[in-house]
């Protein structure tokens, strides 16, 4: 199943600029809202989207910059690429699955 979080961090990462988490989160809640995806307390998306930023971190994706208490993330742009295709592939997968159960329920 795609992950809507991971998409919209992704997608939000993958330009030139860097942020701090809070601003990051905010970004990616109102765009998971207008795809009507924000499911679960506010609360509970910040926590998951924190840890999906931290996995991301850790598989290379992102780089995080920490300067005094000020921490900073920065989409790797040759990894955001890779990222951006394979999150898109699954989605297409995902789409197709869920037709092809919705056709074979009609009949």
Same mark, same amino acid.
């Given at each position: =199943?795609?992950?809507?979080?991971?998409e919209?961090?992704?997608? &939000?990462?993958?330009s #030139?600029?860097?942020? *701090?988490?809070k601003?990051l989160?905010e970004? &990616?809640?109102?765009?998971? $809202?207008? %795809?009507?995806?924000?499911?679960?307390?506010? *609360? =509970?998306?910040?926590? $998951?989207?924190?840890?999906?930023? @931290?996995?991301? &971190?850790? @598989?290379?994706?992102v780089? $995080?910059?920490v300067?005094?208490?000020? #921490?900073?993330?920065?989409?790797v742009?040759?990894? =955001?690429?890779?990222? #951006?295709? *394979?999150?898109?592939?699954l $989605?297409?997968?995902?789409? @197709? /699955?869920v037709?092809? /159960?919705?056709?074979?329920? %009609? %009949?």
């Open positions: =199943m795609p992950d809507n979080i991971t919209e961090l992704v997608a &939000v990462l993958s #030139k600029a860097s942020f *701090e988490f601003p989160f970004i &990616v809640l109102l765009n998971l $809202r207008e %795809r009507n995806a924000a499911s679960g307390g506010e *609360e =509970m998306l910040r926590l $998951r989207s924190y840890e999906k930023l @931290q996995g991301l &971190v850790n @598989q290379g994706a780089t $995080r910059t300067n005094g208490i000020t #921490k900073k993330y920065k989409g742009a040759p990894r =955001m690429v890779g990222l #951006k295709a *394979e999150m898109k592939a $989605r297409l997968e995902w789409n @197709q /699955k037709l092809a /159960k919705a056709t074979a329920a %009609r %009949r």
